[in-house]
């Protein structure tokens, strides 16, 4: 999966960039295997410099993938916090998106074989 992280009022350490590679590593393994074609654009930054308590920092991710595009906004009181949220909400939108997609499989299975036993 191809990464790219932006940031806004923040400054991307290594360890923070790596937090977030490492973070964001986690969807390939919902996802299966990887492709090149995948790609996540990571915003990570402060809603204004004014305020120094509360909820300032900001996370908006996109996940393209060929089939879906997943997305999602956060705002929390610190990077680390608000990396952890955003990768939380991600994952359950990834996992909710494919849990619909088998049970509606599944579905037209069991149409397919009521429709065989009538016969």
Known sequence: MKIEIYTKDVELTSKLKEYIEKKVSSFDKILGKSDDERK?????????NAHIHGKIFFADVRVE???????????????????????????????????????????????????????
């Open 65 to 119: 993938t060929p089939q879906k595009a997943y997305g999602a906004k956060i705002k929390g009181s610190t990077e680390y916090e608000v990396v952890d949220k955003i990768k939380d909400e991600i994952l359950k939108k990834i996992r909710r998106h494919k849990d619909k997609s088998n049970s509606f499989l599944k579905r037209g299975g069991r149409k397919i074989k009521e429709l065989l036993r009538m016969n």
């Open 40 to 48: 996540c654009d990571f915003r990570l930054g402060k809603n204004t």
